[in-house]
T-cell receptor, first 116, second 115 residues
Framework: DAGVTQSPTHLIKTRGQHVTLRCSPI?????VSWYQQVLGQGPQFIFQ???????GRGNFPDRFSARQFPNYSSELNVNALLLGDSALYLC???????????????FGPGTRLTVT | AQTVTQSQPEMSVQEAETVTLSCTYD???????LFWYKQPPSRQMILVIR??????QNATENRFSVNFQKAAKSFSLKISDSQLGDTAMYFC????????????FGKGTKLTVNP
């Protein structure tokens, strides 16, 4: 089965611009989470979506938004880009059920965003 | 708020030897999960092992095993028979059961396996 996929792989944007990152979860997974990973750090939680509803939001400004579609894919949007938004953006999917295995999050390869 | 601490920024081990990576966490929750993730230089984050807090038995996945000490809030990863492919950043992560599935990560330990 295909793993979590993300697009694009790399992206270069200018300050003030807007960006949309995309994620397709593992088939059968209903939950998608987004993380930001800056160089040398562990990932930081941005959002979690389950069945198209926002389940959780991390400590990120309102410039960050996301949504989940009926097919469980997801988009992360960032407006008014700042230099500090340069990072690896990771998408993870999980089953979304109540079994221990459903809490395992599987990550995609990430989108490397560079803001100049 | 939950926090995860990995006190070893870097470690190295000889091929075929055993190495243990440390992790401590802080939480007031009783039901949670702990994970170890591996991120090789190619950057894809890979799940290594999962531990449920309600289980006293330590989780094992092939050459990887954990030492989970709930009272001490400690969760170390032991890698046996280290292989060159084990070279990676290793992240310890915590997830509260119920509510949002927010993974809280430590800062990671860079492990190098030497031939």
């Amino acid at each position: 089965d295909a793993g979590v996929t993300q697009s694009p792989t790399h992206l270069i944007k200018t300050r003030g611009q807007h960006v949309t990152l995309r994620c397709s979860p593992i088939s059968g997974h209903k939950s998608v989470s987004w993380y930001q990973q800056v160089l040398g750090q562990g990932p930081q939680f941005i959002f979690q979506y389950y069945e198209k509803e926002e389940r959780g939001r991390g400590n990120f400004p309102d410039r960050f938004s996301a949504r989940q579609f009926p097919n469980y894919s997801s988009e992360l949007n960032v407006n008014a880009l700042l230099l500090g938004d340069s990072a690896l953006y990771l998408c993870a999917s999980s089953g979304g059920g109540g079994r221990p295995r459903d809490y395992e999050q599987y990550f995609g390869p990430g989108t490397r965003l560079t803001v100049t | 708020a939950q926090t995860v601490t990995q006190s070893q920024p870097e470690m190295s081990v000889q091929e075929a030897e055993t190495v243990t990576l440390s992790c401590t966490y802080d939480t007031s929750e009783n039901n949670y999960y702990l994970f170890w993730y591996k991120q090789p230089p190619s950057r894809q984050m890979i799940l290594v092992i999962r531990q449920e807090a309600y289980k006293q038995q330590n989780a094992t996945e092939n050459r990887f095993s954990v030492n989970f000490q709930k009272a001490a809030k400690s969760f170390s990863l032991k890698i046996s028979d280290s292989q060159l492919g084990d070279t990676a950043m290793y992240f310890c992560a915590f997830l509260t059961q119920g509510g949002s599935e927010k993974l809280v990560f430590g800062k990671g330990t860079k492990l190098t396996v030497n031939p």
